[in-house]
Structure formats: structure tokens, C-alpha cells
């Protein structure tokens, strides 16, 4: 087991240096000064791309879309929480996780939940026309490890002996996170920024309704 | 040889080395920003009904998600480790033939980087500055269709995108004023030419001397009725630069430069921009970026200038002279990439008994479909038409009699729609609403103005 933690770990480190990697070199692309004055506030752009920009009703795309979105969310709350499962098992600190305690019960909650969502997000692109044709396997492979990854992470929850295909679900995950779309994990903050400070310099953003 | 075909053919010409160029010009067009837009992408789908394209043919190649996908494909298979490891599983391919005919057909036929995708996409890719950055590196190898290329070429050539002469272009304006005397009763109602020092550079989109001379007409009214210190330019009055939509910063630098040589020739304070959206944006907020320069004056939309001359009490409309139901629509290039989105509100609201916004507006508003450069390429005219339904639906459920339009592109575009979609309104761009509502004070001396009005 000891060997799979850190196994975990190792994967882990690689996983944030690859992404590190990445990001440093998209940013050596460079940077344009920018010469036309602003009409808005970059700053106040990156703070509504952030926060209400982020909102279900804020696009139009989340507005029509209310069970894609709630997939969406419930899905990524579920691979935070099963991060967080993942952290506290490396630690040593896996009572925290105890579904006996309200907490826990909250993590397992989130847990079910993530993974409903991510099993829901899958259906959805192969069931979809238009989804179906934009995917490619990445697609797949990238829903499959990191839904199985949430999945695990509530088996585990209950019984410790989910733990090693948990561990060994971890390192694939990880191992994969910066060669297929995982890598928006990094990219998503990035990209929200530079749009934020975009639209926001020219006074589109905050957008008004 | 038609233009398809002349097109055809230039891709059917691409050596190797034409390939390897334009990836070196991909690759120079790609700043820090784009390089992170063409990783971000998890394809969700959600962009789909965003776009006017794919609202009206449904087809997956419309879909924003998609055209984004053939560029980061081409970004993946040669700018990543992962892309070239895995081509297969990330969907990467290699810049070839195919994939450049592919580039064409949905960067310039299924896009008019209108940048609604942009706002509703669910992880923040700026999908239409992808797609412009991919446009470019087109155009720079010369796989641009030759109609819109024509118009970049006439305004470098002419310095006007309709190539009018200057006489003509003097004979216009003296027309123009004659008949605005007359209209509005005051012989000293002027459209200055080349006046030194004018705190105002009143800039035109060419399509108003030559069709629609009504429009400069309006604007003049305007400017008189404000009692303007305001000037056109004999030489450099274009406002228009279609380098915008062939997105090369060569193109758009050199257009640009002549409304700036105007400025300093004339030594005015600000530049105003008529009403046409991609004229504002190009030079509002690209024009100093393509010329690495921050201008020295203050760069304005015409709808700016008109809610400031309002808010000073320079104007006064009567509302009760328009009594049509009316609505506004929203130029991409004004609102969505300008950030102009109260003022010609606020402008409406004062001249129009009867004014209703359409669903959805301002920043959310849809692309009527001739932006972008769609209008001057003819092979698309038929996509264009088609997306254009999703405007004219919005339209037709205001019960608006009369569109009002700050955009000649724009209001091109909806006449036609105007006629496919036989919506039965009138089209007016903000000036021309706020002339039919000006009410009219005895005639004054433009002096007279300039020592009564506070600035």
C-alpha cells in the first residue's frame, strides 16, 4: 500500500510539473503590449469572468442548458471532494472522510454526486449528435479515469478495500491529466483570465443584461 | 476562372513550403493568450446554439466547438509534445492540404467573427480571436477570397474602400450640404471640408456618399444642430478597414494610417467614427495595436458624441415625431468588441415614442450575419443569407416597423434580410432617427452655438 501512495505522489508531482511546464510555455508565446487606452477596468473584467460571469444565468449557453450545467457542476465538485479524499488518505488522515461523521457524509454526498455527473456528461456526449461528432477519444478516456478516479474515491469511503484500485486510479488519472483535455484544470484559469481582462479593458464586461 | 474555382486552385497549389510558411505565420500570430485558448477547450458543446451559423443549419460543421477544433488540431500535431505523441487519441492533425481547405471553409464561410461563441463558452476560450489569429495566417497566404481581398486592396490603393475620387467625393459633400440648407432652413448649416484645428474629425463609412447620402445628411444635421466645431478630411475620411476581417495587422496598419495622418494634417482633438461598427472597433481598438502607437487624441463612436451633446443639452427631440414601434440592433463590432452598448440606448429612448429591444440584446445580441467581411464574399452569400434568419426572427417578434442599425455593414445585411425574410421594416441608422426627431430652434450661427454652449 505504501508503495502505491507513493506511487500516487510521484505521479502527482508529474503531473503538476507537466502542467507547469505547459503553462510556462504558452505564456513564452508572449504577451503584446497593449497600446489603444482602456475603456473599462481589465481588473474588474477578470473579477466578473470569475465570479458572476461564472454563474448559470450569466450565459446564455449554462441559461438553456440547466441540467448540462448541473452535470457540470456536480461533476467537478465531485473530483474536488475526491482530491480531497485523495489528499487526507496520503496523510494519514482518512477518519476525516468517515461517513459516520456529518462531514463525511457531506464528502459522500459529493462524491455520489460527482460521479452521477460525470457517468451523466459521458451519456450525454455519446448520445448527442452534435456531441458525438465534435469528441474525440480523448473524450472518452479523460471522463472514464477521472469519473472511475470519483467513483473509487466513495467506494473507498466505505470499505478500505477499494483503496488500492483507488491508489491505482489516482496515478492513471494523474499520469493523463497533462496529455488530454485534464490539462484545463491549469488552462481554464488561464483562459478565464485573459478573457476577463480582455472584454473587461474594452468595457464589455461586467456584461449588463 | 471564377472565384471558387481561383481559390480552389490556390489551395490546389500549396507546395510543402507554402504549408511550413503559413505554420511560421501561425505561429507569430499566436500570443500567450491564444496559446492557452487552444488548450482550454473540453468540448462540451455548449458554444453550439450560440452561433448563428449552427442555429440555422444545424450542421456540426457550424458549430464554434468545431471550427476552434480544426485550428487547435493543426496547434496540437505541431506546438505540442502530446499532439505529436498521440495525434489520434487528441485529435491532432497535421497543417496540409486538407486542413487548410478545411481552415477556409470555416474561418471566412462559416464565421463572421461576431464573438457571441466567446461569451458563452463555458471555460472562457476567446474562440473568435483564435479564429481571426487563423484567418490571418490565411490571408497572409493568400487563401483569402479574392473579393474581400479586393476591398483591402481598393482602400490602399484609393484610400477608400469604394474607391471614390476626392472630387467626387467634394462634389458629394457639397450636395449633401445644399440640400441639409434646405432641409432644415439655415443656409449656414455647413459640412466643413479640411477645416484646421476643427475639435472634431467626422469620419464616413464610403457607403453613404455613394447610396446613402441621406445618412451623412443626418449626421451633419447632428453635428450642426449640436453646433459642432467638427470637420470631414478631403483626404483620409474612410472610416472603414477591412483588414479587420482579413485580420492582417499589415492590412489593418495601413488603412488605419490614413485616418490618422488626418488627424495629425488637421490637428483635431477627436476622431469621431460614424456609425459603422467594424470602422469603430478597427479603429477604437485595433488601430493602435497594429501601428504599436497610442494615438495622441481621443477616439469616440458617433453614438458617444450624440448621448454627450444629449447629457449637455446640446440637442432637443420630440418624441411624438416618431410614433412606429422601433427597435435597436446590436452591431457585434459596436457593442459585443467595442463596448458601446447604453449610449445609442439612451439616445433611442429619447427620440422614440415606442421602443422595444430586441431578445437578446446588447452584449448578447446575434450577429445579423453580415459581419466579418461576409458581406464582400460572394461564395458565402447564400450562408450568409441563412444565418441571417436568426436576426430576422428577432425582429420580426419585436413588431418593429422600423430597425434602427448603427452599422452600414449592418444595414446592408438587414435590407436584404429585409427582402428574404419579407419583415416589412424600415432601416435607419441613430442619426438619421435623432435628425427626424431634432426639434429645431430658429436659425443660429454656428458661432452663436459655440458661445452659448459650454464645453
Known amino acids: 500500500m505504501e508503495a502505491l501512495r507513493i506511487g500516487v505522489v510521484v505521479c502527482g508531482l508529474g503531473a503538476a510539473v507537466a502542467l507547469a511546464v505547459q503553462a510556462v510555455r504558452a505564456r513564452a508565446y508572449g504577451r503584446r503590449p497593449l497600446y489603444a487606452p482602456a475603456s473599462g477596468s481589465a481588473a474588474r473584467g477578470v473579477l466578473y469572468a470569475f465570479g458572476p460571469g461564472m454563474s448559470p444565468t450569466a450565459k446564455e449557453s449554462t441559461r438553456t442548458h440547466p441540467w448540462a450545467y448541473a452535470l457540470g457542476v456536480a461533476y467537478h465538485l465531485g473530483v474536488f471532494a475526491a482530491l480531497g479524499c485523495l489528499l487526507l488518505l496520503l496523510v494519514g488522515a482518512e477518519r476525516a472522510c468517515d461517513p459516520a461523521t456529518i462531514p463525511g457524509r457531506a464528502l459522500g454526498v459529493l462524491l455520489f454526486a460527482g460521479a452521477l455527473g460525470g457517468l451523466g456528461l459521458f451519456v450525454r456526449r455519446y448520445a448527442t449528435a452534435h456531441l458525438r461528432g465534435l469528441s474525440v477519444p480523448d473524450d472518452a478516456l479523460a471522463n472514464l479515469l477521472t469519473t472511475g478516479f470519483v467513483a473509487l474515491a466513495a467506494a473507498r469511503q466505505r470499505t478500505p478495500a477499494a483503496e488500492p484500485a483507488l491508489l491505482a486510479a489516482a496515478m492513471l488519472l494523474l499520469c493523463y491529466v497533462p496529455l488530454g483535455k485534464i490539462r484545463h484544470c491549469v488552462f481554464f484559469f488561464v483562459s478565464r483570465r485573459h478573457l476577463g481582462r480582455h472584454f473587461g479593458r474594452r468595457g464589455t464586461f461586467p456584461l449588463r443584461h | ?455
Open chain 2, 1 to 455: 476562372m471564377s472565384e471558387t474555382d481561383a481559390l480552389e486552385a490556390r489551395l490546389a497549389a500549396l507546395t510543402d513550403e507554402d504549408l511550413s510558411r503559413g505554420l511560421d505565420l501561425f505561429r507569430a500570430k499566436l500570443g500567450g493568450a491564444e496559446a492557452a485558448y487552444l488548450q482550454t477547450c473540453v468540448r462540451c458543446g455548449l458554444c453550439a446554439d450560440a452561433c448563428h451559423y449552427h442555429r440555422t443549419d444545424h450542421e456540426l460543421a457550424s458549430i464554434p466547438a468545431h471550427k476552434l477544433a480544426q485550428v487547435a488540431a493543426v496547434f496540437r500535431a505541431h506546438f505540442t509534445a502530446a499532439g505529436r505523441l498521440a495525434p489520434g487519441l487528441t485529435g491532432a492533425r497535421r497543417f496540409d492540404r486538407d486542413m487548410a481547405r478545411a481552415w477556409v471553409e470555416a474561418l471566412f464561410g462559416r464565421c463572421s467573427l461576431c464573438g457571441r461563441c466567446s461569451l458563452n463558452c463555458t471555460t472562457g476560450i476567446h474562440i473568435a480571436a483564435v479564429l481571426k489569429a487563423a484567418r490571418g495566417t490565411l490571408t497572409e497566404m493568400g487563401l483569402i477570397p479574392a473579393d474581400l481581398l479586393q476591398v483591402v486592396t481598393t482602400s490602399l490603393e484609393t484610400g477608400n474602400n469604394m474607391g471614390i475620387s476626392r472630387d467626387d467625393w467634394i462634389e458629394t459633400v457639397q450636395w449633401i450640404e445644399e440640400e441639409m440648407q434646405q432641409d432644415v432652413g439655415d443656409p449656414a448649416a455647413r459640412i466643413p471640408v479640411d477645416k484646421q484645428g476643427a475639435r472634431v474629425l467626422f469620419t464616413v463609412n464610403p457607403r453613404e456618399p455613394k447610396f446613402f447620402p441621406l445618412c451623412l445628411q443626418a449626421s451633419a444635421t447632428v453635428l450642426n444642430a449640436a453646433g459642432e466645431d467638427w470637420t470631414v478630411a478631403g483626404e483620409g475620411w474612410d472610416l472603414t478597414n477591412y483588414g479587420l476581417f482579413s485580420a492582417s495587422p499589415a492590412h489593418g496598419g495601413a488603412i488605419a494610417a490614413n485616418l490618422m495622418a488626418s488627424m495629425d494634417r488637421l490637428g483635431c482633438g477627436t476622431l469621431v467614427i460614424g456609425e459603422c461598427g467594424h470602422g469603430f472597433a478597427a479603429a477604437r481598438w485595433e488601430a493602435a495595436e497594429w501601428l504599436q502607437k497610442r494615438p495622441g487624441f481621443r477616439i469616440v463612436s458617433f453614438l458617444e458624441l450624440m448621448e454627450e451633446y444629449f447629457q449637455q443639452g446640446r440637442l432637443r427631440v420630440d418624441p411624438a415625431k416618431i410614433t412606429e414601434r422601433a427597435t435597436l440592433h446590436d452591431p457585434c463590432n459596436t457593442v459585443r468588441h467595442g463596448g458601446i452598448v447604453e449610449p445609442q440606448r439612451a439616445i433611442l429612448r429619447r427620440c422614440l415614442a415606442d421602443f422595444v429591444e430586441m431578445t437578446p440584446n446588447r452584449a448578447e445580441n446575434f450577429c445579423c450575419g453580415g459581419g466579418g467581411g461576409q458581406l464582400s464574399m460572394s461564395r458565402y452569400r447564400q450562408k450568409r443569407l441563412q444565418s441571417g434568419g436568426v436576426k430576422a426572427e428577432q425582429i420580426r417578434r419585436t413588431g418593429a416597423r422600423l430597425v434602427v442599425a448603427p452599422c452600414h455593414n449592418c444595414i446592408d445585411q438587414l435590407m436584404e434580410l429585409n427582402r428574404e425574410y419579407k419583415l416589412g421594416v424600415v432601416i435607419k441608422t441613430v442619426a438619421e432617427v435623432v435628425a427626424d426627431a431634432l426639434v429645431r430652434t430658429p436659425a443660429q450661427t454656428l458661432e452663436e452655438h459655440h458661445g452659448t454652449v459650454a464645453r
